[in-house]
């Protein structure tokens, strides 16, 4: 069964600190892996991963995958207090497109 | 960026009735769509496949008379929980497969069964 653990559960930061949140999974034929960040609604798409050690960036936020270690991070840099939001990791495998299996997500509380 | 909607965003309804719940891709054209299910503190819990012109599939565990799912065009997909209990009160999340293969998500729906 594909599973998905974040860690750490919740982490309370000062305005410009920097966070690293962390996803390792487990997925039958591997085809992707999505952060996303979630406040009070749904959530919104902020990266997929399908290959090993190319950073993706946006902004302040970039994310990394490790696929022979079967992990990814966020990193969250110079944080803002508009960051506070539970973020996301789901894993894709091939043999069910489109079904994402997601983690129990990582509470940001970014304090002023 | 892709726009999905759902409608309503919050129902409140009495145990043993039905809801609706509707799903629409704004900009763009969905043949799949996703149904999730999210509890208080708890992550998203995928319940079912909505294929445009077929029969939706669903998850182990997921009951299909009592989540009847609809996705009539390329842009519409329904979520319909039949004889609502106070059980099935929780945050319906739907999603849309954009052309690049990513997924938006809608705003969801807080149903709340009395």
């Known amino acids: 069964e594909d599973k998905v653990v974040q860690s750490p559960l919740s982490l309370v930061v000062h305005e410009g600190d920097t966070v690293t949140l962390n996803c390792s999974y487990e997925v039958t034929n591997f085809r992707s892996l999505l952060w996303y960040k979630q406040e009070k609604k749904a959530p919104t798409f902020l990266f997929m991963l399908?290959?090993?050690?190319i950073e993706k960036k946006s902004g302040r936020l970039s994310s990394i995958l490790d696929k022979k270690e079967l992990f990814s991070i966020l990193n969250i840099t110079a944080t803002q207090t508009g960051d506070s939001a539970v973020y996301l990791c789901a894993v894709e495998g091939t043999d069910s497109w489109g079904k994402l299996q997601f983690g129990a997500g990582t509470q940001v509380v970014v304090t002023p | 960026g892709a726009v999905v909607s759902q409608h309503p965003s919050r129902v409140i309804c009495k145990s043993g009735t039905s809801v609706k719940i509707e799903c629409r891709s704004l900009?763009?054209?969905?043949?799949?769509m996703f149904w999730y299910r999210q509890f208080p503190k708890q992550s998203l819990m995928l319940m079912a496949t909505s294929n445009e012109g077929s029969k939706a599939t669903y998850e182990q565990g997921v009951e299909k008379d009592k989540f009847l799912i609809n996705h009539a065009s390329l842009t519409l997909s329904t979520l319909t929980v039949t004889s609502a209990h106070p059980e099935d009160s929780s945050f319906y999340i739907c999603s849309a497969v954009g052309q690049g293969h990513e997924q938006y998500f809608g705003p969801g729906t807080r149903l709340t069964v009395t």
């Open positions: 399908t290959s090993s050690g």
């Open positions: 900009d763009f054209q969905a043949t799949t």
